[in-house]
């Protein structure tokens, strides 16, 4: 009798998290090559889960909840063990990866800031989007790497910017939610009831230019990860591009969904290029 039913347990948990909370994200880690898969649903099962605490947790006592996960999230990495099956597996995959626990702390930093705060000016905007999404880009590039210092480096910004770029488009795809059910408006000078189609522009230049600057790492990502990135990034890209024809006035009264089908003909077509040699 060994550890590792255990563990394989806890990585099974993760995957059925990711898998659960959402549809698209777990279809493209299916892309990435095996053995990158379950260290990336370890990740996102983890943010997941401090995403719901302030997400979702509104009969309870929030703050005291996410610190909780936050004082277990660290001592699961020291003790390189956790009877949380979730932090469980993701602390198996930072202590692998050996990703910085500077990144986990930002992280946890914006998950905090949801508690207290619902506006944010520009310098504070940047450090939220940093924390929630740009970290996580920052500790799949880990994974990415694998070990390949020089590699992580020069994929750095790039790999920031994919995340930033996920995030903006979530919190578009979102704005009723956040605004409506959660009272938060993270883009700076905007005023929902009054949306204009001069903020939603700047908007949508800004994650343009996140796009233009994270493809530039995916073409330089290892043969492992390239394909199931690229999938990622062209899911984001057209729910991006769906959302820019939409009027500001609609995109507070639904969310943008992209079909099932358009989902499947996204993954043919890159499977094609990729087959081809086309993603350059």
């Known amino acids: 009798m060994t550890i590792e ?16 909370y959402s549809t698209s994200f ?20 983890f943010v997941r889960f401090a995403d719901e605490i302030v997400d979702t947790f509104h009969q309870h006592d929030k703050q005291a909840l996410l610190q909780q996960f936050k004082d277990e999230t660290f001592a699961a990495i020291e003790r390189g063990i956790s009877l949380n099956p979730v932090l469980n597996s993701f602390q198996r995959t930072v202590n692998r990866y050996k990703i910085n626990h500077k990144l986990i702390h930002a992280f946890f930093c914006s998950m905090e800031s949801d508690l207290t705060q619902n506006r944010y000016d520009r310098q504070g905007y940047e450090e939220y989007i940093y924390g929630s999404a740009e970290v996580v880009g920052l500790m799949c590039l880990c994974v990415f790497c694998e070990g390949n210092t020089a ?7 790039p790999a920031r910017a994919l995340g930033a770029a996920f995030q903006k488009v979530n919190f578009l795809r979102d704005i009723k939610a956040d605004f409506v059910d959660l009272s938060r408006i993270y883009f700076p000078g905007c005023d929902f009831h009054n949306f204009t189609e001069r903020d939603k522009l700047q908007i949508q230049d800004d ?6 600057e ?7 990502l290892p043969i492992k990860a390239k394909f199931g990135v690229y999938v990622a990034y062209k899911y984001y890209y057209s729910l991006f591009r769906k959302i820019k024809q939409i009027e500001p006035k609609h995109i507070l009264q639904k969310r943008i969904r992209i ?3 358009h989902k499947a003909y996204i993954v043919l077509r890159a499977s094609v290029k990729n087959r081809l040699n086309l993603i350059e």
Do not use: M, W
Request: net charge positive.
């Open 214 to 220: 994270a493809y530039k790492g995916i073409l330089h």
């Open 26 to 45: 777990s279809s493209a880690i299916k892309l990435l090559h095996r053995d990158l898969r379950q260290p990336v649903f370890d990740i996102y099962g």
């Open 151 to 157: 590699l992580f480096e020069r994929l750095t910004s």
């Open 259 to 261: 079909p099932n089908y």
């Open 207 to 212: 994650i343009e230019s996140d796009f233009r």
């Open 5 to 20: 039913l255990f563990h394989k347990v806890g990585h099974e948990c993760s995957r059925n998290v990711t898998i659960r």
